[in-house]
């Protein structure tokens, strides 16, 4: 099973659905990166004529996916604080980390 999230970011909503892999494997949504535009049909018969955009994710371990790094495994990058995979409340003003985060391909 995949877990998607659909947000509305209006009035701040978010809805989460199981999706059985069978779809996900059919659809060939790993074909996709993420800031592209997706056919809600690729998810279920309940979501047809919608239009999603792919905004984030994680891999079975948990590291966050993030926009422009063009690779589809695992990496190892110097984050500053706030940004995706560093959180604002940790470290020290100016403070960078090396973090692991996934690719978005």
């Known amino acids: 099973m995949?877990?998607?999230?659909?947000a509305y970011p209006r009035?701040?909503?978010v809805k989460q659905f199981d999706i059985s892999d069978d779809l996900i494997r059919r659809g060939n949504?790993?074909?996709?990166?993420?800031?592209?535009?997706?056919?809600g049909a690729l998810f279920g018969e309940q979501f047809a004529g919608y239009?999603?955009?792919?905004q984030g994710g994680s891999d079975k371990q948990g590291f966050p996916m993030v926009?422009?790094?063009?690779?589809?495994?695992r990496v190892s990058l110097l984050?500053?604080?706030?940004?995706?995979?560093f959180?604002?409340?940790?470290?020290?003003?100016?403070?960078?980390r090396r973090k692991s985060v996934r690719g978005c391909i």
Not at 30 to 35: A, E, P, T
């Open 2 to 6: 995949v877990k998607i999230n659909i």
């Open 11 to 13: 009035n701040g909503t």
């Open 29 to 39: 949504l790993f074909d996709y990166r993420l800031g592209n535009e997706v056919d």
């Open 51 to 54: 239009s999603f955009k792919l």
């Open 67 to 73: 926009q422009g790094v063009l690779a589809n495994a």
């Open 79 to 85: 984050i500053a604080r706030g940004r995706v995979g």
């Open 87 to 96: 959180n604002a409340w940790r470290g020290r003003n100016g403070e960078r």
